[in-house]
């Protein structure tokens, strides 16, 4: 069993930066693949970026190329997820997932285990 606690989300004006963190506690959380989602309402839940074990990823949305960053603190079990040059469409509840495979991936049907989620809303 792996709990995931996304924390870092509130709300900041167009442009500005913020970074989630995601905090895995288990056993063997740290062997596992995490992701970054996010659900706006009355939109599916998409992929922004996950980071795998191993040399995979990190990977990308296309919307999260170039202006986010995932990455990962081991010793911490603590994946990141910084977020720049944010626009008022980035805001949803994000959540991070984990994946036992430790590959990471864009299917949100890959992950076994989720976080309850953080809120970023992005003011224009």
């Known amino acids: 069993q792996v709990h995931l606690v996304e924390s870092g989300g509130g709300m900041v004006q167009a442009g500005g930066s913020l970074r989630l963190s995601c905090a895995a506690s288990g056993r063997t959380s740290s062997a596992y693949g995490v992701g970054w989602f996010r659900q706006a309402p009355g939109k599916e839940r998409e992929f922004v970026a996950a980071?795998?074990?191993?040399?995979?990823?990190?990977y990308y949305s296309d919307f999260a190329k170039g202006r986010f960053t995932i990455s990962r603190a081991n010793a911490q079990n603590t994946v990141y997820l910084q977020m720049s040059s944010l626009k008022p469409e980035d805001t949803a509840v994000y959540y991070c997932a984990a994946d036992v495979s430790g590959r990471g991936s864009s299917r949100y049907q890959d992950y076994e285990y989720w976080g309850q989620g953080t809120q970023v809303t992005v003011s224009s």
């Open positions: 980071i795998g074990r191993w040399g995979f990823g990190p």
